[in-house]
Protein backbone atom coordinates (compact mmCIF):
# COMPACT_ATOMS: atom_id res chain seq x y z
CA UNK A 1 0.00 0.00 0.00
CA UNK A 2 0.89 3.49 -1.39
CA UNK A 3 2.15 5.67 2.22
CA UNK A 4 0.48 9.32 1.81
CA UNK A 5 3.70 10.89 1.20
CA UNK A 6 3.64 8.63 -2.26
CA UNK A 7 -0.33 9.12 -2.64
CA UNK A 8 0.60 13.29 -2.64
CA UNK A 9 3.40 13.51 -5.17
CA UNK A 10 1.12 10.88 -7.50
CA UNK A 11 -1.32 13.43 -7.21
CA UNK A 12 1.08 16.72 -7.69
CA UNK A 13 2.44 14.87 -10.68
CA UNK A 14 -1.08 14.53 -12.08
CA UNK A 15 -2.51 17.84 -11.43
CA UNK A 16 0.91 19.52 -13.08
CA UNK A 17 0.17 17.32 -16.02
CA UNK A 18 -3.40 18.30 -16.55
CA UNK A 19 -2.58 22.79 -15.53
CA UNK A 20 -1.83 23.51 -19.46
CA UNK A 21 -5.24 21.32 -20.58
CA UNK A 22 -7.12 22.52 -18.09
CA UNK A 23 -6.17 26.01 -19.11
CA UNK A 24 -6.99 24.99 -22.79
CA UNK A 25 -10.05 23.85 -22.01
CA UNK A 26 -11.23 26.95 -20.35
CA UNK A 27 -9.84 29.19 -23.08
CA UNK A 28 -12.04 26.89 -25.49
CA UNK A 29 -15.90 26.89 -23.39
CA UNK A 30 -15.81 30.32 -23.84
CA UNK A 31 -17.80 30.66 -26.41
CA UNK A 32 -20.28 28.01 -25.20
CA UNK A 33 -20.08 29.81 -21.91
CA UNK A 34 -21.16 32.96 -23.76
CA UNK A 35 -24.12 31.09 -26.25
CA UNK A 36 -25.42 29.55 -22.95
CA UNK A 37 -25.84 32.76 -21.49
CA UNK A 38 -27.43 34.37 -24.06
CA UNK A 39 -30.10 31.35 -23.91
CA UNK A 40 -31.36 33.00 -20.11
CA UNK A 41 -33.68 35.55 -19.94
CA UNK A 42 -31.21 38.61 -19.20
CA UNK A 43 -31.51 42.03 -20.78
CA UNK A 44 -28.86 43.32 -23.49
CA UNK A 45 -27.21 45.46 -20.69
CA UNK A 46 -26.51 41.86 -18.21
CA UNK A 47 -25.79 39.85 -21.17
CA UNK A 48 -23.54 42.19 -22.58
CA UNK A 49 -21.64 42.29 -19.06
CA UNK A 50 -21.00 39.05 -19.14
CA UNK A 51 -19.96 38.50 -22.22
CA UNK A 52 -17.70 41.00 -21.58
CA UNK A 53 -16.25 39.51 -18.33
CA UNK A 54 -16.04 36.22 -19.70
CA UNK A 55 -14.04 37.50 -22.60
CA UNK A 56 -11.59 39.28 -20.43
CA UNK A 57 -11.32 36.60 -18.19
CA UNK A 58 -7.81 35.05 -18.01
CA UNK A 59 -7.41 31.44 -16.78
CA UNK A 60 -5.64 30.73 -13.57
CA UNK A 61 -3.59 28.07 -12.87
CA UNK A 62 -3.78 26.09 -9.59
CA UNK A 63 -1.26 25.83 -7.02
CA UNK A 64 0.33 22.50 -7.49
CA UNK A 65 1.89 22.84 -4.36
CA UNK A 66 -0.93 24.33 -2.39
CA UNK A 67 -3.19 21.75 -3.34
CA UNK A 68 -0.76 19.21 -2.04
CA UNK A 69 -0.79 20.73 1.24
CA UNK A 70 -4.29 20.89 1.26
CA UNK A 71 -5.04 17.54 0.17
CA UNK A 72 -2.44 15.60 2.74
CA UNK A 73 -4.12 17.67 5.47
CA UNK A 74 -7.54 17.02 5.05
CA UNK A 75 -7.16 13.17 4.28
CA UNK A 76 -4.56 13.19 7.77
CA UNK A 77 -7.82 14.89 9.76
Known amino acids: MA ?3 E ?3 KGRRK ?3 KVPIMASNYEAAKPQMIANYRALPFG ?3 T ?3 EAGVGAAVYTAPDVNKWARNWESA ?3
Open 3 to 5: TLA
Open 7 to 9: MVS
Open 15 to 17: LEA
Open 44 to 46: PNT
Open 48 to 50: RAY
Open 75 to 77: VSR
